[in-house]
């Protein structure tokens, strides 16, 4: 299965890595447009040569107690980036927001799929996708990075998180938008205990059984740091063990900080799933 990512294709036939990509202020210089892009640029040129199939581009952190980012901020922060690395490599751009009118300007400069934490929930965020025609990755969410961690509640997560995601394909379909644009994320860390993250993990073949792709974004979240007690710096380990877990169970795109590694573990995963039985 290939997706068309504004003209370039996002081929889903076998697992892929989606490098992230922060053009915040904490990640790249700050203000000095040019610089920001530049550095931006090269890493995203080091994510392809470790075979990433997609770069992810994002301009307001939604780690937990994230600060919010003005549109204007958000605009100013990602449009010279996308533009940057469009003309210069090949693979999809994916633009991490849920502001309508940052979707409407990273599609402009050349993003080719919309990642939206929020499913498209946002005023004017669903027509915004209606008319930009790319694909969507829609998540789930609990709260909002401001307060999804103070008190995350469910009675059955796996089910409470699938049948947020199906009603959130139904409204776009009705809007307009062709499911088989569609891919789901049942947004590990966003508003889940380690328990709910690790039910979601157990059962993650449920969502995948739902037809759609199925990302998954586990790279250095606080999950791992919480079961291991390590330092962020310390979670590649424990990032690639997450997403084999989530390739095992069908999982087609793995959003990571840790490109390279990330390929490797998901293609010795994918060789095992692959394999004939016998000769
Ligand atoms: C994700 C994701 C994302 N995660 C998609 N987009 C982030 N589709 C940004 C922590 O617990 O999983 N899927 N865009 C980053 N957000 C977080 C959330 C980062 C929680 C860290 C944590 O440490």
Redesign the pocket.
Same mark, same amino acid.
């Given at each position: 299965m290939i997706l068309d990512c504004a003209g370039k294709p996002l081929d889903l036939s076998h697992p892929q890595v989606m490098g992230i990509l922060n053009v915040t202020p904490d990640s790249f210089s700050d203000g000095g447009d040019f610089l920001a892009a530049d550095a931006a640029l090269a890493q995203a040129k080091k994510m392809v040569d470790d075979g990433a199939a997609i770069i992810d581009v *994002?301009g307001e952190s939604? +780690?937990?107690g994230a600060a919010i980012v003005s549109v204007e901020e958000e605009i100013s922060r990602v449009v010279p980036v996308i533009e940057a690395i469009q003309a210069e490599i090949g693979i999809p751009i994916s633009i $991490?927001t849920s502001k309508p009118e940052v979707m409407r300007a990273a599609v402009k400069a050349g993003a080719g799929l919309i990642?939206d934490?929020q499913a498209l929930q946002v005023d004017g965020a669903l027509q915004a996708a209606v008319e930009l025609d790319v694909p969507v990755?829609l998540?789930h969410a609990q709260g909002t990075p401001q307060n999804m961690q103070d008190a995350p509640q469910y009675e059955n997560v796996v089910d409470e998180v699938s049948q947020f995601l199906l009603q959130r394909v139904t409204m776009c379909e009705q809007a307009g938008i062709s499911r088989d644009k569609l891919i789901l $994320?049942p @947004? !590990? *860390? !966003?508003g889940k205990r380690a328990r709910h993250n690790l039910r979601l993990m157990k059962n993650l073949h449920f969502l995948i059984n739902q037809g759609l792709p199925v990302?998954v @974004?586990v790279s250095r979240?606080?999950?791992i740091g919480a079961l291991l007690n390590v330092t962020v710096e310390e979670r590649l380990a424990g990032s690639l063990s997450l997403a084999t877990i989530a390739v095992w169970q069908g999982a087609k795109i793995i +959003?990571s900080h840790d490109v390279r590694e990330t390929v490797q573990a998901i293609s010795l995963c994918n060789h095992v799933m692959q394999v004939e039985d016998f000769d």
């Open positions: *994002g939604t +780690r937990p $991490d990642n934490v990755c998540m $994320d @947004g !590990f *860390g !966003f990302l @974004g979240k606080s999950i +959003r």
